[in-house]
Every structure is written in C-alpha cells, then in structure tokens.
C-alpha cells in the first residue's frame, strides 16, 4: 500500500491515478479542499482527513509514502502563514516520526518521498547575482519567503528523522514549477496561467521586467519521477536531494513561446509588459543533472504539447465557461473565500493579510 498525502491535489491526482494503473494499492488522505477527482476503485482508499492530525492507523500495511499535502505557494503561505507552518513543518515532522516508528515495527525499510520545491533556491539578491548562479543540490539554500521557508524546514525534518531510525528512507524531491493539465487544474503556474490569459484575452502579460529565471516542469515528469523514486534501490537515495527541472525560461521568454505556440491554433496573441508591476527579483536558475546521472530519470517533457492540450481543453469548455472567475483553480483564491467564510473572527486572528 502507498500513502499519498494531498493525493487529491494538482499533482497528487495524476498521480494517484498513474499509482493505480501500475496495478498498486494507494491510500489518499487529503482534505479534498478542491473536490474528489477520483472514480470509486477497488485498490484505492479515500481518507477525509487532516495531516496537522494524522493517525497512526492511516499507516497500516504501508511500504511507502508520497507526502505532497500543505500549502503549495507563496501567496497561500504569506496570506496563512500559521496554517502553512502548521502544515508543512509540524504535520511533515509528525508524519515522518509516525513512518519512521512503522518502519521500525515492521523492521522493513518504508520510503519517504518528500515534495519539495526548487523555491528553497530562491532568497533575496542582487539581479545580477540570480542571473548567473545556476543552483544545484551541493549549494546551500536559506529561503525566506514563508513557503520556501517552511519547505526547506521540512527537508530538515524528514533528515533528522532518517538519522535516528536505519528503515526510514526519505528521499527529497525539489520540483520546478510545474505545468501541463490534470484532473484537479491549477492556474495559478505560470504555464497554465499565461495559456489562460492568451484564450481569455488574447494575450499574455508579463509584470516587472520579465528577466527572471524559472525551472519549468510538465506535470507527467512529476509523477513519473515520484514512480520511479519508489523502487531505486535505497542505497542510491536514501537522504538524497534531488533536483527536478525540465529546462529553466526567462519569464518574458515563455511569454512569446506560449504566443508562438499557439499560432499553431491560428490565435494571435499579443505579449504585453505591464513595468507598473514587478516580480520583485524572485528568479531562479536551477540544475537537474543529478538525478539523471545518478539514477538515469530525465524530465524530457516540454512545454509546447501542454500548452496545445490546456488550450483545446479551454476550448472545449472543460474549465467552465469562466475558468478565470473560479476559485477552484487558484489556491490564493480558493484559501481566502474559504478560511475567511469558515473560519471567522477567531481564527482570522492568525492570518496575516
Ligand atoms: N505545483 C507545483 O508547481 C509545485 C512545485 C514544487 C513543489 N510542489 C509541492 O508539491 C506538492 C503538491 O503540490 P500541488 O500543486 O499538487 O498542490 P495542491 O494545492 O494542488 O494540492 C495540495 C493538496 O493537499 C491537500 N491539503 C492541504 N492541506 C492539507 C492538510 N492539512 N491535510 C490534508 N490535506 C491537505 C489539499 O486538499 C490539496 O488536495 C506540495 O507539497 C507543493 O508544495 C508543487
């Protein structure tokens, strides 16, 4: 059996599905904050259930974990920042103790593959300096922003508890941005975004300057990594870091390549630069040989295919009529109607707006 936290989510639910059509039993506990994108199955099991307050007993029979649930960016970490510490440090701890003291009663090694974000390379510095660091795994990270913050914390975790128990076998996956369509979308990353606007809109805006560097991900390189991370031999990642990138875009560039792409539908989309606005100096540069040098994956998949799918997607109307009205399909929305609606007064305390 293979626990996946967030299973529900952008990346989980591709994910899970891809788990099962391997033929493996999959656990979800997920809050299905944005729905249940899953058909009944026999090998599938569904827990509504909260991370902050996991149960030992969501472990049984388990061989390996897939942690993916939490906060998922920087605008749904800074506008909750107690939720998101919350989630992604005190629930990653508690979970990995609880795997680790399974793996120990079992006395069988239980894998634990951490989702991680290449946003832990991102800290404030001079432009000049971001535009030629390329980071790797070797560098040291110390993120700042709430989100990259805690997902750098923890890593530090789910480390600390690989060194006191041998059967715990983490592994750290620093994923890029991540593009391309799943059944539980997201359109607040950047592909998906800047193909949203160019269907909308007819074009593409680009805030600040447009210099800055992001790792770029398809959504199926995600998942295949996380499959193919489940069965290397412990040796070669046990309390490895790796890396995940497809190919890192200057944000202006991507602009024009979607534009580009998308003659191919015979649309004309402008790119637009609002300099009103920027980007701060968020940009990062980010290599990811390792993980083909050391266990042969490669995340191949480019961005061209994903912008096309999403685009005849739009069109044919699977996000609605308004996808850009929804919440469902952006975290910072969704989050704020949600914590402000369920929450109240009281817990409204602790968000920081
Ligand atoms: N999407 C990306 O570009 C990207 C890039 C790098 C890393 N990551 C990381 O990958 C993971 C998955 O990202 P995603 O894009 O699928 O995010 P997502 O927001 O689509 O999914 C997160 C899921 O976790 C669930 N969840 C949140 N808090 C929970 C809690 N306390 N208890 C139980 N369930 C809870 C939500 O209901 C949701 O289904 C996250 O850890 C994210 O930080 C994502």
Known sequence: MILVTGGAGYVGSLLVHELLAQGHRVRVVDRFWFGDPFSPHQRLELIDGD???????WLD???????????SNDPTADFAPDLNSESNVLATRIIAEATAR???SVGKEVRF??????SVYYSPASTDELNVRMMTELLPVAPTANYSKTKRMAELEVLRVADRTPEFCPVILRKG???????RMRFDLVVNTFTLHAWRKGEVTVHGHGEAWRPL???RDAVDAYAHLLWVPSDSVRG??????HKNYRVLELAHWVSEVLQERGAD???RRDRSMTNGSRSYYVNGDKITERLGFRADRGTRESILEIWDQLERGEYGTEPENNPHYFNIAWLKQTLISETGEGIRKEVVV
Not at 51 to 57: L, N, Q, V
Not at 61 to 69: P, R
Not at 113 to 118: I, R
Not at 240 to 245: A, G, K, M, R, Y
Request: charged share 10%; glycine share 4%; proline share 2%.
């Open 51 to 57: 991370i902050r307050e996991f149960s030992d007993a």
């Open 177 to 183: 941005t991540i593009f391309g369509a799943s059944p």
């Open 113 to 118: 593959l951490l989702a991680s974000t290449c």
């Open 102 to 104: 399974h793996a120990a």
């Open 269 to 271: 989309i402008k790119v």
């Open 61 to 71: 029979d388990v061989h390996s974990v897939i942690h993916l649930a939490g906060l």
């Open 217 to 219: 991900l398809h959504i």
């Open 240 to 245: 490895v870091t790796f890396n995940l990138v």
